[in-house]
């Protein structure tokens, strides 16, 4: 996906977003409520986008003799990740619907066509659209009725439902927001686990966010995830098992997803009968941390429990659940199998019981990789965590050997209250676990892959500064000639022509010397790119010159973004007091202030898109140097503060802990070159209306208080 896409995919979610929520308030209905009906919509959209789209690959092919002319069956259209849907349930129906027509009604029976026609959709889609207003109702359907969305992929509507996910565990929708893991965390599981195939299980599956992360790893790989992988779900919720199976569906998956309370019970069998303990290929799951309500007396004999309870209080209760869940997942893995799991971070260095269980864990050799997160990566749940990682097939040389791998330094800011990893980020700690497990070419690939996207978006620079500069000619050409016009009028104030000349010589010395800066970067980065946009180096001597190339390009980068800055600054500095100067009343028919203003806003624009063009080359540039400075021979390595390869004896001598933090140490402070001064303002910013909207929701809810009371 480009970047402008991405963009504008962006752009759609947070539209939708904010009709849907306004729609919400309107309505008086909590998130909870609210959540299921908006989320059936989505589906339905995408139902019927998927419909069409297979109609007309249907079509063609009879057209092309690929398929005889015969009445269409459902089949036609499963074969291709579609549901044949009556017409009754198709979104263009709905809204065709003459005026007064009962939408609620409408919607109920277009779930309930669905679901008759598709069998593992039973009983879950949302009916209950009566409660809403027809007016409400139909401005949520045509929300989603743009023609961007009418037109719009799988992958796009799969973005959109997962975006909308994670907006309600945010507003604490459904369980405490417990339903949904962000994406950076499934993300990460998956880069290491890398469930690409057999039988894929979660035992806490929520909204099926870890199903749909490892078919998109899938999917990446160039494989038909339903060809490659069976999905087996589990979760204790029935409106959060609903979620999941619309997720799949969206997404154009299918899992078996059943209903139980994993400390008690074991409801999967595969298809040939087994259990699917003992049979999993990959097990991930973010389970809920430090449960103290378990039955002891109801588990203590379960086989899932091979290394023993971990500990039980006097009311005969498990103290913590956390490792009833870790022995769990180790214990339904093959023995070839590999699990990913969220945990909370108290979890692996807890003593007493615990530390027992985790003991026995360690001498199994299966503990592969343990991740540190830092703390804001939950929407609804400001704690830290750590990621745990299980492989049953490590080799001889590994087993005695577990990655430590701190990762509260790495993050990205999303709002005051969340953080998350971005993809590069994402790329960086996954190359880290590929140089532990002797995958060398995988780390290169990846730098290569950044010098050749390096290249790239330093080759998009000249242009970017052509358009700036030709904004910076148009705004000045208006500007220069009203200075020449009221230049001998009497009636102007010297001080003010003075002051509006002086800006229009400080800005001519400015861009003077950024047109000599801005020649010997551009001239710099055509020699830089030359030899690479066709042929990226492969090997790391050959990368390492490659960086060490862009080093002094990176630099000057900076230095011309500070300039633009200033020209910027400059110009509409000139623009306002000029224009203070047209208040003068012989001065004013000299002076076009709308167009000025115009100008002005377009130059601004312009800035914007030049600067990014720069800070997007030196992005990638930065991911180079901060993979190439931590492992300069391409090899594992300890990195302080970082990452450390431990043995078994090192555990031990640290009481069997597997805190990352207590064995990589602690990294001095690095001073941050590129610091980004407007993307510090833009945090600002984040926070600033992030606070506001909190505030008026509160002012909101304390209005509403007192209306209850009759105050």
């Not at 109609?55 to 499963?78: E, S, T, W, Y």
């Not at 989603?144 to 796009?156: H, I, K, P, Q, Y």
């Not at 700036?468 to 009203?482: G, M, V, Y």
């Not at 992030?690 to 509160?698: A, G, I, K, Q, Y």
Request: glycine share 6%; hydrophobic share 40%; aromatic share 8%.
């Amino acid at each position: 996906m480009t970047a402008n896409a991405f963009h504008n995919i962006s752009q759609i979610e947070s539209s939708l977003w904010e009709a849907a929520d306004q729609l919400r308030a309107n309505s008086k209905l909590t998130s909870s409520e609210y959540c299921m009906p908006v989320l059936g919509v989505i589906f339905l959209r995408h139902a019927t986008n998927r419909y069409q789209s297979a109609l007309q690959a249907i079509q063609a092919d009879q057209a092309a003799g690929k398929m005889p002319p015969r009445p269409l069956g459902k089949a036609d259209f499963i074969k291709r990740r579609a549901l044949m849907l009556p017409e009754a349930a198709r979104y263009d129906t709905l809204l065709k619907l003459p005026s007064g027509a009962n939408l609620g009604t409408a919607l109920a029976d277009a779930m309930n066509a669905i679901e008759a026609d598709f069998p593992p959709l039973a009983g879950q889609l949302p009916k209950d659209y009566d409660r809403f207003e027809n007016k409400l109702l139909e401005d949520l359907l045509r929300s989603f009725d743009s023609e961007a969305l009418r037109n719009a992929t799988g992958d796009v509507f799969g973005r959109i439902y997962e975006y909308f996910l994670m907006k309600f565990a945010m507003q604490g929708a459904q369980d405490n927001g417990e339903f949904f893991t962000p994406p950076s965390l499934v993300q990460t599981l998956v880069n290491v686990i890398e469930p690409n195939h057999g039988v894929v299980a979660d035992l806490a599956c929520g909204s099926g966010g870890m199903f749909v992360q490892s078919s998109h790893f899938i999917e990446h790989e160039g494989l038909d995830t339903m060809k490659r992988v069976t999905f087996y779900g589990q979760e204790k919720t029935a409106t959060t098992i609903r979620l999941a199976k619309m997720n799949l569906a969206v997404h154009g998956l299918e899992g078996d997803i059943l209903e139980g309370n994993t400390f008690y019970d074991d409801l999967h069998r595969l298809q040939d009968g087994r259990p699917l303990w003992g049979n999993c290929d990959f097990m991930m799951a973010n389970p809920p941390f430090n449960v103290d309500m378990v039955d002891a007396e109801r588990v203590k004999d379960d086989r899932r429990l091979p290394f023993g309870l971990p500990g039980v209080n006097k009311d005969k209760r498990v103290s913590n659940g956390n490792y009833l869940w870790i022995s769990y997942f180790h214990s339904y893995l093959s023995p070839t199998g590999r699990a990913g799991f969220v945990m909370s971070s108290q979890a692996s260095s807890a003593g007493h019981g615990e530390k027992e269980v985790r003991r026995k864990l360690v001498e199994t050799g299966d503990v592969d990789v343990m991740v540190a997160i830092r703390s804001n990566f939950f929407y609804t749940r400001t704690v830290p965590c750590e990621l745990w990682h299980f492989d049953r097939s490590k080799p001889a040389e590994r087993k005695d050997q577990v990655l430590m791998l701190d990762a509260r330094a790495v993050y990205r800011k999303v709002t005051r209250k969340i953080y998350d990893f971005s993809p590069e980020q994402q790329a960086n700690l996954a190359a880290i676990v590929w140089l532990y497990r002797g995958q060398q070419k995988r780390f290169l690939n990846l730098v290569q892959d950044y010098v050749a996207r390096l290249a790239s978006e330093a080759t998009d620079i000249d242009p970017a500064l052509t358009r700036f500069e030709s904004a910076l000619t148009a705004s000045r050409t208006p500007l220069a000639a009203f200075v020449d016009s009221v230049r001998d009028l009497d009636a102007l104030p010297l001080d003010k022509c003075q002051a509006v000349a002086d800006a229009l010589t400080e800005w001519t010395a400015a861009a003077t010397a950024y047109a000599t800066d801005r020649a010997t970067l551009v001239t710099g980065l055509a020699a830089f790119c030359k030899p690479l946009v066709k042929a990226p180096p492969q090997t790391n001597n050959d990368q390492r010159k490659a960086r060490q190339a862009f080093d002094p390009l990176a630099e000057a980068a900076r230095g011309l973004i500070k300039q633009i800055d200033l020209l910027y600054k400059l110009a509409a500095r000139t623009a306002q007091l000029a224009q203070e100067l047209a208040t003068v009343e012989a001065a004013t028919e000299f002076f076009d202030r709308r167009a000025v203003s115009k100008l002005i806003k377009l130059l601004d624009d312009e800035r914007k898109t030049a600067v990014e063009q720069l800070r997007a080359a030196a992005y990638l540039h930065r991911q180079i140097v901060w993979l190439q400075d931590r492992f300069p021979k391409a090899e594992m390595q300890d990195v302080l503060g970082l990452c450390k390869v431990v043995s078994r004896a090192e555990i031990e001598a640290a009481d069997w802990s597997l805190t990352p933090g207590r064995f990589v140490g602690v990294a001095p402070a690095e001073v941050d070159e590129d610091f980004d001064f407007e993307q510090t303002l833009r945090d600002i910013h984040v926070e600033l209306a992030d606070l506001n909207r909190e505030s008026v929701e509160l002012a909101a809810k304390i209005q509403e208080n007192f209306e209850e009371l009759g105050v």
